[in-house]
């Protein structure tokens, strides 16, 4: 199931969590499964691999559905433009799901380690 989506503000706490995030607009009548997925990103004509999550936030009290894809096989610098862009997705493989953990530290090591399972997803070999 692909789906599309446009970029929207968020509040930067990928960026200091070390992982910089594309925000994501909810597309209506979305119907994919709250969790961490490894998805297919592509934006323009270049097509990248990416960390995706959908839902809520627990581990900073966040209970609003957000979508949110940390692009995984790129340099910030060489991400498009992306206003007015269409961004599309195409989730691969559901990882876990949504969790609450007891200090951003947690959160960013349990990150760390799925960025390592959507790169076994793709078959590649570096590690962040």
């Not at 989506?5 to 992982?19: C, D, N, P, Q, Y």
């Not at 209506?28 to 809520?56: C, M, P, T």
């Not at 957000?66 to 096989?73: D, K, P």
């Not at 610098?77 to 992306?82: F, Q, T």
Request: proline share 5%.
């Amino acid at each position: 199931m692909k789906f599309k989506s446009r970029h929207i503000e968020g509040k930067g706490r990928g960026k200091t969590l070390g992982f910089p995030t594309i925000n994501l607009e909810v597309p209506k009548r979305f119907s994919l499964e709250i969790g961490i997925w490894a998805v297919a990103v592509q934006i323009k004509d270049n097509k990248y691999i990416g960390a995706l999550h959908f839902g809520s936030v627990p581990t900073f009290k966040e209970h609003k559905l957000s979508l949110e894809v940390f692009l995984i096989n790129t340099n910030n610098k060489d991400i498009p433009d992306l206003d007015f862009e269409d961004i599309t997705i195409e989730p691969v493989k559901r990882l876990r799901d949504v969790e609450l953990f007891s200090s951003p530290e947690k959160l960013i090591d349990q990150i760390k380690r799925d960025v390592e399972n959507v790169k076994k997803v793709f078959n590649l070999q570096e590690s962040i």
